[in-house]
T-cell receptor
Framework: DAGVTQSPTHLIKTRGQHVTLRCSPI?????VSWYQQVLGQGPQFIFQ???????GRGNFPDRFSARQFPNYSSELNVNALLLGDSALYLC???????????????FGEGSRLTVL | RKEVEQDPGPFNVPEGATVAFNCTYS??????FFWYRQDCRKEPKLLMS???SGNEDGRFTAQLNRASQYISLLIRDSKLSDSATYLC???????????FGSGTKLNVKP
């Protein structure tokens, strides 16, 4: 079975540009979360979606947005990129039951964004 | 104050050593606790959940102290393959919104 897949794996953008990152969860998982991991730090929560509804948002500016599609895949969008947005963006899926946590998050390999 | 704090290390230990990592969390109402492992330039993967009664999985033992808001991970008989960063994770609201520590790097040397 396929795990969580993310695309693109690597990308380079310049300040002020916009980026869209994509994620496909494990088949059967209805919850998708996005995390930002800056070098040397642990992942930081950005968004969680369950059944296409936003269920949680971390402490990130409005330049960050996301959505979940009927097939449970998800997109993370970042506008007006800053140098500080350079990071590994991780998508994770989980098998929440009616929105309640069941424990494990399964992460994709991430999208490594460099902003020049 | 950060939600989860842990010693960044690195911990440099010889093969066969026993090593312990500690982590503290700020939200006393937190319900779910985990240790994740992250290899260099890879995604985090669940190592083990942490239960109130403590739990063991082979060479790995996790403990939770709710009174002190403290989580620990003990690795016995360290292997070279244990070299990685170990992330302490708390889910305060039991909703898969995880708070990660900054990670503790372990280097096991021959």
């Amino acid at each position: 079975d396929a795990g969580v897949t993310q695309s693109p794996t690597h990308l380079i953008k310049t300040r002020g540009q916009h980026v869209t990152l994509r994620c496909s969860p494990i088949s059967g998982h209805k919850s998708v979360s996005w995390y930002q991991q800056v070098l040397g730090q642990g992942p930081q929560f950005i968004f969680q979606y369950y059944e296409k509804e936003e269920r949680g948002r971390g402490n990130f500016p409005d330049r960050f947005s996301a959505r979940q599609f009927p097939n449970y895949s998800s997109e993370l969008n970042v506008n007006a990129l800053l140098l500080g947005d350079s990071a590994l963006y991780l998508c994770a899926s989980s098998s929440n039951d009616r929105g309640r946590a069941t424990g494990e998050l399964f992460f994709g390999e991430g999208s490594r964004l460099t902003v020049l | 104050r950060k939600e989860v704090e842990q010693d960044p290390g690195p911990f440099n230990v010889p093969e066969g050593a026993t090593v312990a990592f500690n982590c503290t969390y700020s939200n006393s109402a937190s319900q779910s606790f985990f240790w994740y492992r992250q290899d260099c330039r890879k995604e985090p993967k669940l190592l083990m959940s942490v239960y109130s009664s403590g739990n063991e999985d082979g060479r790995f033992t996790a403990q939770l102290n709710r009174a002190s808001q403290y989580i620990s991970l003990l690795i016995r008989d360290s292997k070279l393959s244990d070299s990685a960063t170990y992330l302490c994770v708390v889910d305060p609201y039991n909703f898969n919104k995880f708070y990660f520590g900054s990670g503790t790097k372990l280097n096991v040397k021959p």
